[in-house]
């Protein structure tokens, strides 16, 4: 593992106030990204070795429950198989959620500086894409207390939302209506994907319930 890279990411877990602050600042005064797709793919490889930690402590406290040997299986089979999937499943995550950034982010600078010459978006719009594959980096460091036996998961999803708001407040400078607007719609958009298909699931055992009801 990239010593380097790894004390980057213990640098960006523990201080991401400061840590934002600095980044922001860099991408201010010079052109060339602070992090690139490999810094990306580096930190979701720590995550990784984090979850790994997170899984092994999570099996050893399994093996102390009193559960069939079937039920312990199962369990362990599905925790392999995210095991596997999971650097594929980060990388797509964090492919989506980045583009969602530069969406909002990019709709709200270019409606403020819409006036501006052609060479100054172009250079805020490259500052933007920086800031973005950094916050959205930046979000794995959360799996660093995942580890953590008892409130590992829930200090887990503390820090990802401390980083996230951490990230669009200083690293990108959004406004308070860009920060609800990325928590707010991803929100929305799955709360409404449960209403759909606990709609359909109901729908679907009502239709079946009067067919047998019918038949009897």
């Known amino acids: 593992m990239n010593t380097n890279i790894f004390q980057s990411y213990l640098y ?3 201080t991401p106030l400061s840590s934002h602050q600095e980044l922001r600042q860099k991408n201010i005064e010079v052109e060339k990204p602070n992090f690139t797709t490999s810094s990306l793919l580096e930190f979701i490889f720590i995550a990784w070795f984090f979850l790994f930690l997170y899984e092994f402590v999570d099996l050893y406290l399994l093996s102390l429950k009193t559960l069939s040997a079937q039920e312990k299986s199962a369990i362990i089979f599905g925790k392999t198989i995210f095991l596997i999937v999971f650097p594929l499943y980060a990388l797509f995550a964090a492919y989506l959620f ?3 950034l530069y969406f909002i982010g990019s ?21 933007l894409k920086q800031g973005v594959d950094q916050v959205t980096s930046s979000l794995f ?13 829930l200090l887990h999803q503390l820090a ?3 980083y996230l708001l951490i990230g669009l407040k200083k ?8 920060i609800a607007s990325v928590v707010l719609i991803p929100l929305f958009i799955f709360l409404t994907f449960i209403v ?19 038949s009897l």
Do not use: W
Request: net charge neutral.
């Open 171 to 178: 690293n990108l400078q959004f406004s308070k209506t860009e």
């Open 196 to 214: 759909v298909i606990s709609s359909i699931t109901l729908f679907s055992f009502i239709t079946l319930q009067k067919i047998n009801g019918g």
């Open 107 to 127: 709709y709200a600078f270019h409606r403020k500086e819409g006036m501006q010459s052609e060479e100054f978006l172009h250079y805020e719009d490259t500052r």
């Open 141 to 153: 460091c959360a799996y660093l207390f995942l580890p953590i036996p008892v409130i590992g998961v």
């Open 12 to 14: 960006l877990a523990l």
């Open 98 to 100: 980045s583009k969602f």
């Open 160 to 162: 990802l939302l401390y």
